[in-house]
T-cell receptor, first 118, second 108 residues
């Protein structure tokens, strides 16, 4: 399978617990994005990496959220002290290319990791 | 004002109908535009890019109006399999901004 892989697919946790999601992008893609989606809404940008560098982080992202891409390949998204409002689908996407290239902006999404905070 | 605005629908149309969706964006510096399709409980997938001159892919036609900052998607001869949410996507910077999506339901 050469697509974007996300794990776990589903996570149910209690409020206050920490959770971590993993994303394995398409191997030749140098850009990796994290989005969050709730019911009836479009995907909301969280952060993105070019190789191992985190280039942008949404102002909506509280300091309980942290993302890493240590070797420029897979990425992890950690949420500390989860709250019920964190319940959502967390989508990872990857793309190929540098800024200014049209193909840099064509995203391939993974199937997502659904988080439920009780 | 949201960066990308779409009518959430739903649009309920019979098979064979022609349906059009519009989307407006706020950042005039946006350079790339796309339509993504999202099936229920699935991830978004690229439907088509939107070029300045307009472009067509089979039954689907996308148009861009930079002066008015809106994008449209026209679907001709609707099929049951076209039922999905259509997401308008714009990139003012290196990240893509998604609209809330317009839901289409095609009935027999």
């Amino acid at each position: 399978d050469t697509g974007v892989s996300q794990n776990p697919r589903h996570k149910i946790t209690k409020r206050g617990q920490n959770v971590t999601f993993r994303c394995d992008p398409i191997s030749e893609h140098n850009r990796l994005y994290w989005y969050r989606q709730t019911l009836g809404q479009g995907p909301e940008f969280l952060t993105y990496f070019q190789n191992e560098a985190q280039l942008e982080k949404s102002r909506l992202l509280s300091d309980r959220f942290s993302a890493e891409r240590p070797k420029g390949s897979f990425s992890t998204l950690e949420i500390q002290r989860t709250e019920q409002g964190d319940s959502a689908m967390y989508l990872c996407a990857s793309s190929l290319g540098q800024g200014g290239s049209l193909w840099a902006n064509v995203l391939t999404f993974g199937a997502g990791s659904r988080l439920t905070v009780l | 004002r949201k960066e990308v605005e779409q009518d959430p629908g739903p649009f309920n149309v019979p098979e064979g109908a022609t349906v059009a969706f519009n989307c407006t964006y706020s950042n005039s510096a946006s350079q790339s535009f796309f339509w993504y399709r999202q099936d229920c409980r699935k991830e978004p997938k690229l439907l088509m890019s939107v070029y300045s001159s307009g472009n067509e892919d089979g039954r689907f036609t996308a148009q861009l109006n930079r002066a008015s900052q809106y994008i449209s998607l026209l679907i001709r001869d609707s099929k049951l399999s076209d039922s999905a949410t259509y997401l308008c996507v714009v990139n003012p910077t290196d990240k893509l901004i998604f609209g809330t999506g317009t839901r289409l339901q095609v009935f027999p």
